[in-house]
């Protein structure tokens, strides 16, 4: 069994994330020892690994908890994971079409502008309505 700063050094999460997944009961409370310290079993330790595992992937906590719980479940529909996957996918083509269209204005603005020493600047009139 691991303290929080042991858990929180071998999973890459911070002490503050570990415990806001137990307040907001992402995962359960660990238990504690007589001086009242979190000790964290292997198994906590496994979920906090799936936890950063799926932030990494960019699932938001709603998310990763779904997945936790499909995770631990042996009866799960292997349907019901993709069907998380394939929404996250769907999002993030969504921002990342969002991000190309920003980036192409962007540079489309910036190839307007001289860049020498007069005021006048079309990247500063793009954004004056």
């Given at each position: 069994?691991?303290?929080?700063?042991?858990?929180?050094?071998?999973?890459?999460?911070?002490?503050?994330?570990?415990?806001?997944?137990?307040?907001?009961?992402?995962?359960?409370?660990?238990?504690r020892s007589s001086n009242e310290y979190r000790y964290y079993p292997e198994s906590l330790i496994k979920q906090l690994h799936f936890i950063k595992s799926t932030k990494d992937a960019g699932f938001?906590?709603?998310?990763?908890?779904?997945?936790?719980?499909?995770?631990?479940?042996?009866?799960?529909?292997?349907?019901?994971?993709?069907?998380?996957?394939?929404?996250?996918?769907?999002?993030?083509?969504?921002?990342?079409?969002?991000?190309?269209?920003?980036?192409?204005?962007?540079?489309?603005?910036?190839?307007?502008?001289?860049?020498?020493?007069?005021?006048?600047?079309?990247?500063?009139?793009?954004?004056?309505?």
């Amino acid at each position: 069994m691991l303290s929080i700063s042991q858990a929180a050094k071998v999973t890459g999460l911070s002490v503050k994330s570990i415990r806001h997944y137990e307040q907001i009961g992402l995962i359960s409370a660990p238990p504690r020892s007589s001086n009242e310290y979190r000790y964290y079993p292997e198994s906590l330790i496994k979920q906090l690994h799936f936890i950063k595992s799926t932030k990494d992937a960019g699932f938001n906590l709603k998310e990763s908890k779904a997945l936790l719980n499909l995770s631990e479940d042996n009866e799960r529909s292997s349907a019901d994971v993709k069907e998380i996957a394939l929404q996250k996918i769907e999002e993030l083509e969504a921002r990342i079409k969002q991000q190309q269209t920003l980036l192409a204005s962007l540079k489309k603005i910036t190839k307007q502008c001289h860049g020498d020493k007069t005021a006048s600047c079309p990247i500063i009139d793009a954004f004056v309505r």
